[in-house]
């Protein structure tokens, strides 16, 4: 494990870390250049640090942490780095003392010096804590053994970042066993924590109970905890008045009171509550307001909610704006809104281009224009919006021949897998729901089952449905009862795949029995 040492924030990007991804091949390793800064937020998938050395001799696996420091010295300079498209990396994002060309990555002239070793845990808690959003528990682990064979002991700071990593109780509980072992004892973050995992009162109580016997007060954040594992209002009340007793008379705050808020159903009860809220001092947030407007039946209901918002102070966040969106049933009055958020400052998110993508369904041409929209303000295409486009061809008017729309559907996920994207269940969904016969989708269920997706229930009763159509279409009793047989043999398979007949099933199979011949 390393670290460096900066003076100002004048020189933070004469300083790069090395943040690689991985590639199974024998010569080198595909790695990016990004200020330290921008490490946590630009990446979302499995990452980890280059040293100098890694990245001259191109090793193909790389130390956890290391960093170039700036000196007088010229290693690395001019060394190419092979640029993955792959990795949801934009190269236009990548600072500029790095210069893209033909997926490449060329280094400016970069000056390597020294690289100082680790000597507190604190040094080391700031490198884990930026690799953290971006990295699985494993590679959080190796930087702590490092940090031991260089003496240097994990501290609770440590743990509670490694903790955060994680995400089933069984492995956080472990993580806690770990550490009174080595005799650091949980802090109130540690347990928080650990809240996470559990989703029942009982549950949530008996961590906050483990925080009470080990001498640690509960803080609001935990009390919140509890509050949300209930779905009553009245008991998220109870919770509240509890709190205020075993805190010495401490009052909800805004977090608390907003959970109470989403629990409550309608608007005018939700009123009553953004009220009450008011007169105990707390200032409602933009999640409060937001909850308020959402509450609402119509778009001039909201308006009149956002009017209130923004006379209290409060500025509409894209949630808000996205919530309004769908108030309405036009594209061109959700493009209006959407020109409104942007004449605010705040810019349409992926969820947005969503909402307004659903105003399209039916018409393909359309849709993907504002697919072409959304990627044009640097929002990458998704399989959601892939999906609605999929949708908006197989439910176009008037409608193309079955054996038409097949291929088109097909060249959709041709395009979609062009660009890096894998269908999903609703992706195969679709394409089922264009076939024509039994043979086709189950063709359709073993493509998606050796593209890495399992069919899953739906697809099991498309087929079902797809032999009730034939079944109704017999002209004998001996057809009949092949049709029949066969449907039963679907709902065996569907068994044996972990998926019993549901009512959808079951009623399918009924219709095709009481279908006039």
Known sequence: SRTLHSNSLATLLSFILLVGVEQQTPSCSIHHLIPPCQAAVMFTSKVRCLSLAALTQKAVRPSPVAVIASSHSNVGFGCRIHFSSSSNIDPISLPPIVQVEDHEILLSPIKAGKVNKVKTAGQSNKWIKKIVACTAAEEIREVMREMEAAGCSPDVFTFNILLNSLT???????????????????????????????????????????????????????????????SNPQDMRGVMAEMTVAMGGARPDVVMWTTLLEATVGKPQRRAVLAEMQSAGVQPSVASWTLLLGACSSAGGMRRVLAEMTAAGVAPDVFT?????????????????????????????????????????????QTRQVVQEMEAAGIKSDVVAWNMLLSSYASAQPHPLQETLVMVLRGVLGEMRSAGVEPDHFSWHVLMGASQS???????????????????????NTLLELHATLFSSSSSSRDEQCMDLAMREVMAEMTDAGFPPCATSWTVLMKAHSSPQ
């Not at 958020?341 to 349409?348: N, Q, V």
């Open 168 to 230: 089933g109780a069984p492995e956080m509980r472990q993580v806690v066993g770990e550490m009174q072992a080595k005799g650091v004892e949980p802090d109130v973050v540690t347990w928080n924590t650990l809240l996470k995992c559990y989703s029942s009162p009982e549950e949530v109580r008996g961590v906050i109970a483990e925080m009470t016997a080990a001498g640690l007060e509960p803080d609001q954040y935990a009390w919140t905890m509890l509050m949300s594992a209930y």
């Open 321 to 365: 704006w996205a919530v309004l969106m769908s108030a309405y049933t036009s594209a061109e009055d959700k493009r209006a809104v959407m020109q409104e958020m942007a004449a605010s400052g705040t810019i349409p998110n992926r969820y947005c281009w969503s909402v307004l993508l659903k105003s399209y369904r039916g018409a393909p041409e």
């Open 438 to 460: 039994p043979q086709e989708v189950r063709a359709l269920m073993q493509e998606q089952a050796d593209a890495g997706v399992p069919p899953s229930r739906a697809a099991w």
